[in-house]
């Protein structure tokens, strides 16, 4: 039996939701850096892909089309964000938390350091899995621009992550 025929319907809709939500969440997090955001965007997703439900499952994979989603939606939602809007009084800046955090706090912090292409390419190559050739296809970069990318961020948490360690430089020839 295929996945589409094990998917279909409404009944495969809601197993298909109920199978991904939790490894679907944790990427939107880490797309967006925030948990409440980032079920925002996971519900807005699914909302988005139960109408095309039929034709998604009928043509391939749902977890492709629901991480192009995410993707996109986070980039959507940037874009329109994005703007800056000026007011009378400037904002409360608060503070850094205390108290113990999650256990990958850290990491996150390290990877909202991290441009929004870097880190969709981390999130997606590591976390998610994907190859760099599917990194490049879900977010429409060719794929020598997603090693690039992929290098700079490693580098750049390699380096937040452990202040300590300096890359050593070569000698000049």
């Known amino acids: 039996m295929t996945e589409a025929r094990t998917w279909a319907g409404d009944a495969g809709y809601a197993a298909f939701v109920d199978e991904v939500w939790v490894s679907h969440l944790r990427i939107a997090t880490l797309l967006c ?17 139960y109408p095309r439900w039929r034709q998604v499952t009928a043509r391939g994979d749902p977890h492709a089309y629901l991480h192009r989603m995410l993707s996109n939606g986070k980039v959507s939602w940037w874009r329109r964000t994005r703007r800056e809007q000026l007011t009378a009084e400037s904002p409360e800046i608060a503070g850094p938390p205390t108290g113990a955090g999650e256990p990958y706090e850290e990491l996150r912090a390290a990877l909202l350091t991290l441009s929004r292409q870097q880190r969709a390419v981390v999130v997606l ?43 050593v430089e070569r000698a000049s020839r």
């Open 125 to 167: 190559r590591h976390y998610a899995d994907l190859s760099e050739r599917q990194v490049a296809t879900e977010l429409g970069l060719a794929v020598g621009t997603v090693k690039a990318q992929h290098f700079r961020a490693m580098a750049k948490l390699r380096e937040s992550l452990n202040p300590s360690h300096r890359p």
């Open 33 to 49: 850096g925030d948990r409440h955001h980032a079920e925002e965007l996971l519900q807005d997703c699914l909302v988005k892909l």
